[in-house]
């Protein structure tokens, strides 16, 4: 079978397709997983805790969820002056005395207020601290003082989530809320619009200098969301995909082998009449022996012949010449009647196998035993054998 054979085969199941191309997806996606992110960054990632991802929001849910119809939900921004984010100013007074001014602009166009709003702040310094004022603008025009404060260290974090001074500023609502609210909405609106956050620092050192990175956290982050330890879960669903290949080939490997040995298992204790057979049975006592020769499919009982403790047999012969069978060609069935303590009385007992025609092979398709009480044993056969072949 060429190429175009076998599509034109596989075209006619469309969940084969549909099954195959998620099977080559996920082996694309692992092959990119593997490469882009070693599985030592990963774990590294996953271990890292909080601290790692203090950029993140918590418990965000996927960014492509605002294609779905509904309210924009706000996603998470993150502005960084150190990359070119916004306009920086800085001008010189003295040697030693100069003054930065940061302007991050923040669009913001979303139906839902953000989640959190905290200002990562880098400045260097050999001994003097710098001093930096923080005023937000909103698209309206408002200027809101956020407050001011003395570096404590060169990595300084001013979480304006969490400052209550500025919240009672706000009429009780938490920064995040109150800084984009309209205060012509009668109920918690964001304003939308281009809001700014200003920073203002005085720096006492010819050498010092100062950086911001302000960080929305939105509702929405990724593709793939956030947990509550602000992790991101795409490094779980990206590394989710090779592992679950490997337990699925594992899986298919173990099974596919499984079914072999078993498969194999039963067509050696088992048999098979090819075409154009002839079968013989009959039953063997000590004192008496009997055959029957048949051609036609019927139930064999023994030629009439009572069992007793005797042995039953089937003579199974692939051919004949001028009507008589080669004797040495023939595999016999040997079935032995005795006593059976499972049915709990004396009992005829022959184990059985079924054969079923398929038109070129016979195939056993049962094997099993019969049991017949005491009372029937004398008036038929102890021992039967269905037998089904092709002629």
């Known amino acids: 079978m060429n190429r175009g054979e076998l599509w034109r085969e596989l075209r006619k199941y469309p969940s084969a397709i549909a099954g195959l191309l998620i099977i080559l997806g996920l082996v694309a996606l692992s092959v990119y997983t593997v490469i882009a992110l070693p599985y030592e960054q990963a774990v590294t990632l996953w ?36 990359a070119g984010a916004g306009h920086k100013e800085v001008e010189a007074y003295a040697e030693d005395f100069k003054e930065v001014r940061i302007d991050l602009p923040v669009p913001f166009e979303y139906d839902t207020f953000p989640k ?3 200002v990562f702040i880098s400045a260097t310094y050999a001994s003097k601290r710098p001093h930096v004022s923080f005023t937000w603008v909103t698209p309206d025009g408002r200027e809101i003082d956020l ?51 200003v920073i203002e620092g005085l720096l006492f050192e010819s050498a010092s200098d100062l950086d911001v990175k302000l960080i929305v956290y939105g509702e929405l982050y990724g593709w793939a969301g956030t947990d509550e330890r602000r992790r991101d879960l795409a490094v779980a669903l990206l590394w ?33 009449l090819p075409s154009h057979q002839w079968i013989r049975s009959g039953c063997v006592s000590a004192a008496t022996s009997d055959t029957h020769w048949s051609s036609a499919a019927r139930r064999l009982p023994c030629a009439g012949i009572t069992c007793g ?18 004797e040495n060609s023939r595999k016999r069935e040997v079935y032995r009647c ?54």
């Open 47 to 82: 271990r890292g805790g909080e601290n790692l991802w203090t950029e993140n929001p918590r418990n965000a849910a996927p960014r492509w969820l605002n294609l779905l119809p509904g309210p924009k939900r706000s996603e998470t921004l993150k502005l960084d002056s150190a």
């Open 309 to 326: 403790r005797g042995t039953a047999f089937i003579d199974v012969l692939p051919g004949k010449a001028n009507g008589i069978a080669a």
């Open 116 to 118: 959190e709003l905290t």
């Open 147 to 197: 407050g001011e404060r003395t570096l404590r260290d060169k990595a300084d974090t001013y979480r304006v989530s969490q400052d209550t001074r500025l919240q009672s500023r706000l009429r009780g609502q938490p920064a995040h809320i109150g800084l984009f609210a309209d205060p012509a909405a009668p109920t918690p609106t964001p304003l939308k619009g281009i809001h700014h956050l």
């Open 240 to 272: 989710g995909a090779p592992i679950a290949l490997s337990f699925g080939l594992l899986a298919a490997v173990g099974a596919t082998g499984a079914t072999m040995v078993i498969a194999a298992t039963s067509a050696w204790y088992s048999d098979s």
């Open 338 to 391: 005795k006593r059976d303590v499972a049915c709990s009385r004396a009992t005829c007992e022959m184990r059985w196998k079924r054969f079923h025609a398929d038109g070129q092979r016979c195939h056993v398709t049962a094997v099993g035993r019969s049991c017949l009480p005491r009372a029937t044993r004398s008036r038929q056969p102890g021992t039967s054998v269905l037998v089904r072949w092709s002629t």
